[in-house]
């Protein structure tokens, strides 16, 4: 079993940035890929940004350079840096990790976009 939390989330203003953090517990240490998804309200969840361990990072398009996806396997964590924020941004932020073939979601955090 594999336990997500993400935090960081929160209001900001467009144009602004955060920094989401997803820390994985109990038997993280096989977690092969961690990506990050979103869903908007009346809208399917998406993937924003995923990375394997030892892989590149991809990104949807619509957040591609300015989005950051990264990893720090020593913590178990992984991190989404949101730059030049836009209110289209704004959704419910899902961390998801693979171990074991098994898919793995956290609860979500809250980003708004907005002045």
């Known amino acids: 079993q594999v336990q997500l939390v993400e935090s960081g989330g929160g209001l900001v203003q467009p144009g602004g940035s955060l920094k989401l953090s997803c820390a994985a517990s109990?038997?993280?240490?096989?977690?092969?890929?961690m990506a990050w998804y979103r869903q908007a309200p009346g809208k399917q969840r998406e993937l924003v940004a995923a990375?394997?361990?030892?892989?590149?990072?991809n990104y949807a398009d619509s957040v591609k350079g300015r989005f950051t996806i990264s990893r720090d396997n020593a913590k178990n964590t992984v991190y989404l840096e949101m730059n030049s924020l836009k209110p289209e941004d704004t959704a419910v932020y899902y961390c998801?990790?693979?171990?074991?073939?098994?898919?793995?979601w956290g609860q979500g955090t809250q980003v708004t976009v907005s002045s």
């Open positions: 998801y990790g693979v171990s074991s073939y098994t898919g793995y």
């Open positions: 109990g038997s993280s240490f096989s977690i092969s890929t």
């Open positions: 990375l394997r361990r030892g892989g590149s990072p």
